[in-house]
């Protein structure tokens, strides 16, 4: 079965140190990824997807991803976190050509202490 | 602000009983996912409607149920509620079927005693 894995699930940081969340997902096909933010007592928001094209892609306040297909992962990037990056962080992947349902990572804590 | 509206914020019921969630998508959205959230299973898909069909179905139990309505809005039905129902529920819409951006709305914190 298709799967989300992101290996880290608390992370705790300093105000300006740099950030990386892990993600990887098991599907040999194309596929739309996505980071989700949560914030605490939010909604899902969009930070940033990947359809096609460069695998650099650049999100809202500050974060990107890389895709790096053969390695299958997607990972999260942040030069410098603020204490407002405090959340809740999910990998989601939508097989491309399949319906439009998201699988979603177990999701990564992330704590940053001002 | 997603556009993604539900109602209710919180619901308290007992075990054995069926509650009634509902979702409004963005203006223009055809197509409307539940998801479950819980602590030991965290974000599950449970169920897609587009333009009123049921278009995929993931961990959704039998007990569960959902439909879309004419004016798009879905309502997702649980009853024979357990314990281990409690979760946040949420909805997201997303224009068309496949492969796009999906919008969440609020949630639905669900506490079955």
């Known amino acids: 079965a298709q799967s989300v894995s992101q290996h880290n699930h608390h992370v705790i940081l300093s105000e300006a140190a740099s950030l990386e969340l892990g993600c990887n997902y098991s599907y040999g096909g194309t596929v739309n990824l996505f980071w989700y933010v949560q914030y605490p007592g939010q909604h899902l928001q969009l930070l940033l997807k990947?359809?096609?094209?460069?695998?650099l892609v650049k999100g809202i306040k500050g974060f990107e991803a890389e895709f790096i297909k053969s390695k299958f992962s997607f990972n999260l990037r942040k030069p410098s976190v603020q204490w407002s990056d405090t959340a809740e962080y999910f990998c989601a992947v939508n097989p491309f050509g399949s319906q439009g349902n998201l699988i979603f990572g177990k999701g990564t804590k992330l704590s940053v202490k001002p | 602000d997603s556009g993604v509206t539900q109602t209710p914020k919180h619901l308290i019921t007992a075990t054995g009983q069926r509650v009634t969630l509902r979702c409004s998508p963005r203006?223009?959205?055809?197509?409307v996912y539940w998801y479950q959230q819980s602590l030991d299973q965290g974000l599950q898909f449970l169920i897609q409607y587009y333009n009123g069909e049921e278009r995929a179905k993931g961990n959704i139990l039998e007990r569960f149920s959902a439909q879309q309505f004419p004016d798009l809005h879905s309502e997702l039905n649980l009853s024979s509620l357990e314990l281990g129902d409690s979760a946040l529920y949420f909805c997201?819409?997303?224009?068309?079927?496949?492969?796009?951006?999906?919008?969440f709305g609020p949630g639905t914190r669900l506490l079955v005693l």
């Open positions: 990947y359809f096609s094209g460069d695998p």
């Open positions: 997201a819409s997303s224009v068309l079927s496949t492969g796009e951006t999906q919008y």
């Open positions: 203006s223009g959205d055809l197509s």
